[in-house]
């Protein structure tokens, strides 16, 4: 269980580092976040970052601008909060 929390530490750290280029959409952050992942990977990847940015933002880490289909839609630009 430890290491599964510390990846997710690590991963949260490259979410940050995504965003510290500027706000992007989902789309954007998926190749800047997950580098280190087989693209063949990315359909699960972007359902684990959709996660993080959602729990970030519940935190106050991290918000956006809603796309055309509100905030439940996956659109929109995330950036850094803090």
Partial sequence: ???????????????????????????????RA???APEAQWRWARRSLLAQLLAMEKR????????AGGRGDESGNWCLLA
């Fill in 60 to 67: 106050g880490e991290v918000g956006r601008e809603a796309g």
């Fill in 34 to 36: 997950y580098a280190d």
């Fill in 1 to 31: 269980m430890a290491q599964l929390i510390e990846h997710r530490r690590w991963r949260e750290g490259l979410v940050m580092g995504a965003l510290r280029a500027g706000p992007a959409t989902l789309a954007e952050l998926l190749p």
